[in-house]
């Protein structure tokens, strides 16, 4: 099996940036597709976007794009969010998790297989 491990979280004021990272062990962790999602409390967790195991194909939630970046770093087993731009409605726990199906553009948290334990993201006025 595959353990995500989260980092990077913390405080940034509106229109700053942070950058997250999940560390990755496992022997199959270069061919997993892999997701960003976000969750506060009371509401589901939200998709936020998706990168390939080439990192060829990604995939954008509408309401990051232009200002988040997913990327892929086989070498360290490490999946980045570069968030810039960041508004108080980014503000979320944001988790990390990883799809072995090879399927393009899941948003689903089933479609999921593995999950890190998440990392807080706090956008202030």
């Known amino acids: 099996q595959v353990q995500l491990v989260e980092s990077g979280g913390g405080v940034v004021q509106a229109g700053g940036s942070l950058r997250l990272s999940c560390a990755a062990s496992?022997?199959?962790?270069?061919?997993?597709?892999m997701g960003w999602f976000r969750q506060v409390p009371g509401k589901g967790r939200e998709f936020v976007a998706r990168i390939t195991m080439s990192g060829g194909y990604i995939y954008y939630a509408d309401s990051v794009k232009g200002r988040f970046t997913i990327s892929r770093d086989g070498a360290k087993n490490t999946v980045y969010l570069q968030m810039n731009s960041l508004k108080p409605e980014d503000t979320a726990v944001y988790y990390c998790a990883a799809d072995p199906s090879g399927l393009l553009n899941r948003v689903r948290t089933s479609e999921y297989a593995y999950w890190g334990q998440g990392t807080h993201v706090t956008v202030s006025s």
């Open positions: 496992g022997r199959t962790f270069s061919s997993y597709a």
